[in-house]
């Protein structure tokens, strides 16, 4: 309850996505709560976050949508996607598969959300390091070809993750307002 008395000047939509146990709840939990389970989904449903932070001496409202499962059941439907500024791209960099899913990702972002959103690219669990199974320069080759920013993280370390959604935070400040 601490923003209550605040004035939010922009409210920004940001839409998590990517395969099954990545690490999408975590890094959210981490990001919102400053908070981390080893349980995968311990809590379940629940369909956004909010933080409010202060970019430009402006203050935001970042609202983090979560898929709270259903890309299980490749059902992300388009209201997920909808007025979506920005979307984190999960991969598990201990997970080849799910770094190779990318581009199925990618299509159904191109397809569902608003053209002009911006993507960045996550490996998560780098704190799992002598599992790496995507280097670093496979994901900057996509990034860079796809124009998407990328970082690697670990939600459990805290890795990056303050600084992932700065950054795409900030651009997205810097496209909308
Ligand atoms: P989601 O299905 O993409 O939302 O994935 P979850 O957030 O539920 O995480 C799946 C599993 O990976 C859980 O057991 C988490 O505790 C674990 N996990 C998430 N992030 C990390 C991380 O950065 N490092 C490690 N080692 N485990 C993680």
Known sequence: ?????????YVFKVVLIGDSAVGKTQLLARFARNEFSLDSKATIGVEFQTKTLIIDNKTIKAQIWDTAGQERYRAVTSAYY??????????????????????????????????????MLIGNKCDLGSLRAVPM???????????????????????????????????????HA
């Open 137 to 175: 320069e496979d994901a900057e080759e996509v990034a860079q070809r796809e124009n998407l920013f990328f970082m690697e993280t670990s939600a459990l370390e805290s890795t990056n993750v303050e600084t992932c959604f700065l950054t795409i935070l900030t651009e997205i400040y810097r496209i």
């Open 82 to 119: 909808r007025g979506a500024v920005g979307a984190m791209l999960v991969y598990d960099m201990t997970k080849r598969q799910s770094f190779d899913h990318m581009v199925r990702w990618l299509e159904e972002l191109r397809g569902h959300a608003d053209q002009n959103i911006v993507i």
């Open 1 to 9: 309850y601490g923003d209550y008395h605040q004035k939010i000047d």
